[in-house]
């Protein structure tokens, strides 16, 4: 079955770069999340996505954005980069949200963007 | 304080041993809770749902307390395999009767089951 897709898998960047990261969520699934797992560290929640349109907020910082596309596939957009933002990015899809009432409290998550900041 | 805290081990445990996993949270109002695996460098994967009324999957039993907003992971006989870390994850609620799906991650407890 297809699975969350991530890329790159891997990044390397220099402080103050930019950086994008993509994800591709399991076909039907309407939902998109990004979570941030710094080495060590439980995975935070960043940001969600439901139906194109931004439906919660967590942790992420002024200076990273993201948006989802028509095909349902999000990127997340990190500025001014930081040593700090070194971490393995997740990206988890669901089908459905408490907003539609269909939430099955299940994410299926990628393999993770590993984004290392020199 | 941190919203759902767990022990980090490690747990070293010989193969065949059974071994339990305990996790607090502190929000009442968490509408549902989950227990994740993440094996090293890995992506989080989904190993059980807990259910109120406690549910079992296989060596798995899962537990959960809502008064004293307590969970439990029990593993019997355990595997070479079943080494990972096991993270306790809560779902909190909206406060309309759904969830949220902004998972709360516990710090994860250590597993390592020596052959």
């Known amino acids: 079955a297809a699975g969350v897709i991530q890329s790159p898998r891997h990044l390397i960047k220099e402080k103050r770069e930019t950086a994008t990261l993509k994800c591709y969520p399991i076909p039907r699934h309407d939902t998109v999340y990004w979570y941030q797992q710094g080495p060590g560290q439980d995975p935070q929640f960043l940001i969600s996505f439901y139906e194109k349109m931004q439906s919660d907020k967590g942790s992420i910082p002024d200076r990273f954005s993201a948006q989802q596309f028509s095909d349902y596939h999000s990127e997340l957009n990190m500025s001014s980069l930081e040593l700090g933002d070194s971490a393995l990015y997740f990206c988890?899809?669901?089908?459905?949200?408490?907003?539609?009432?269909?939430?099955?409290?299940?994410?299926?998550f990628g393999e993770g963007s590993r984004l290392t900041v020199l | 304080r941190k919203e759902v805290e767990q022990d980090p081990g490690p747990f070293n445990v010989p193969e065949g041993a059974t071994v339990a996993f305990n996790c607090t949270y502190s929000?009442?109002?968490?509408?549902?809770f989950f227990w994740y695996r993440q094996d090293c460098r890995k992506e989080p994967k989904l190993l059980m749902s807990?259910?109120?009324s406690g549910n079992e999957d296989g060596r798995f039993t899962a537990q959960l307390n809502r008064a004293s907003q307590y969970i439990s992971l029990l593993i019997r006989d355990s595997k070479l395999s079943d080494s990972a870390t096991y993270l306790c994850?809560?779902?909190?609620?909206?406060?309309?009767?759904?969830?949220?799906?902004?998972?709360?991650f516990g710090t994860g407890t250590l597993l390592a089951v020596q052959p």
């Open positions: 994850v809560v779902n909190p609620s909206t406060g309309y009767g759904g969830a949220t799906n902004k998972l709360i």
């Open positions: 988890a899809s669901s089908l459905g949200t408490a907003r539609t009432g269909r939430e099955t409290g299940e994410l299926f």
């Open positions: 807990v259910y109120s």
């Open positions: 929000n009442s109002a968490s509408q549902s």
